[in-house]
């Protein structure tokens, strides 16, 4: 099999949704896992992305607030 190499980002650095986008898609992977059978890596992967909210929650907060 041959390894496949990361080229580069696939969200522009700058894109202040970024956290959001990375949350949903461990939702989506944790719901895989947990229909493979691998409770703990689902368990694990909601951790994850809990965090991610909250640092999407606290990016819309300190843009809102610049903004104001």
């Known amino acids: 099999m041959t390894?496949?190499?990361?080229?580069g980002p696939t969200l522009s650095s700058t894109d202040d949704d970024a956290?959001?986008?990375m949350a949903d898609a461990l939702t989506y992977?944790?719901?895989a896992a947990a229909d493979a059978?691998?409770?703990a890596v689902?368990?694990?992967?909601?951790?994850?992305?809990?965090?991610?909210?909250?640092?999407a929650v606290a990016?819309?907060?300190?843009?809102?607030?610049?903004?104001?």
Not at 3 to 7: A, F, G, K, L, P
Not at 42 to 55: E, S, T
Not at 59 to 68: E, I, T
């Open 42 to 55: 689902a368990a694990d992967l909601i951790i994850v992305r809990d965090k991610l909210n909250l640092l």
């Open 19 to 21: 956290a959001e986008h």
């Open 29 to 31: 992977l944790s719901r």
């Open 3 to 7: 390894e496949r190499v990361w080229c």
């Open 59 to 68: 990016g819309k907060a300190d843009r809102k607030r610049a903004n104001a």
């Open 37 to 39: 059978g691998y409770d």
